[in-house]
């Protein structure tokens, strides 16, 4: 049936082809029918089956009962016993029923006791009982603000400029390893520097490693690098870097 069919029909007989998409998508392997009548086995009278799933395992044949109730208010404990007695009339093995009220406190007890299973129906799609799904997810984002110093012994004159941490560093060959900024970057997203919340002191960027920076007369100085820096909760996306510099000469 197409949605523009379904539109025009009643509320309840809506509800009742929801359940049995829902019944299609859950058990694909089952047969799944609508309106369905079955022999009552005590009542000797036909009994009206608004949803009836049948499906063969081995040499059984299961078969489950579900009864749809649009109705205005939930479903009370008379309701679950008189749908009981429908279920044990034509032996069906399972019996569900489906109230998008829901039901009351009593009456999931008594189904609890009976076997009878209780849902309320969850879709998305354009209907009367669509349902507006959510999942709480917690973010944790945080802001990093680093802070890079550089300290040296060296007594001779030493020309620095202001973003020093861009400055090319080399080893003691002198062969070039990376200005400090990406260095420091690459450390961050292989996850060498801590990520604990809080403020992370004097990490020594470059390590043991005995590293230099050209100065004057392109003649190389033997220099240490360290890393401040610190963690802000914040609301937003991603992650932000704010350098600052700062320097200091022993």
């Known amino acids: 049936m197409s949605t523009v069919e379904l539109e025009h029909k009643p509320d309840w007989e809506q509800l009742e082809h929801l359940v049995v998409a829902i ?8 047969k799944v029918s609508h309106n369905v009548k079955l022999e009552g086995v005590d009542s000797e009278v036909q009994r009206q089956i608004d949803v009836l799933v049948e499906q063969n395992i081995g040499q059984y044949s299961m078969r489950i009962v579900i009864d749809c109730k649009d109705y205005s208010k939930p479903i009370d404990v008379k309701g679950v016993e008189e749908f009981n007695g429908l279920v044990q009339d034509v032996r069906a ?18 189904a609890k006791k009976l076997q009878i299973d209780l849902y309320s129906p969850v879709d998305t799609s354009p209907h009367k009982w669509q349902a507006h799904v959510s999942i709480p997810v917690l973010c944790d984002f945080r802001n990093v603000f680093m802070a890079f110093g550089i300290s040296t012994k060296t007594h001779l004159p030493m020309l620095l400029s202001e973003k020093f941490y861009d400055q090319m560093v080399f080893d003691a060959e002198g062969n070039e390893i990376g200005t400090t900024h990406e260095v420091a970057g690459q450390k961050w997203d292989e996850g060498l520097l801590p990520d604990d919340p809080g403020e992370h002191l004097d990490i020594s960027i470059f390590g043991d490693s005995k590293i230099f920076i050209e100065r004057l007369f392109i003649i190389l100085c033997q220099v240490n690098f ?23 000469f022993g």
Do not use: E, M, W
């Not at 019944?23 to 089952?30: E, H, N, R, V």
């Not at 093995?93 to 489906?98: C, F």
């Not at 909760?233 to 704010?242: E, H, I, K, M, T």
């Open 93 to 110: 093995h399972k019996g569900a029923l489906v109230c998008p009220s829901g039901f009351t406190k009593a009456a999931k007890k008594r």
């Open 226 to 248: 360290t890393d401040r820096y610190g963690f802000l909760s914040a609301p937003q996306n991603g992650l932000r870097a704010v350098i600052a510099s700062n320097s200091n």
């Open 23 to 30: 019944q299609k998508q859950l058990s694909p392997d089952a």
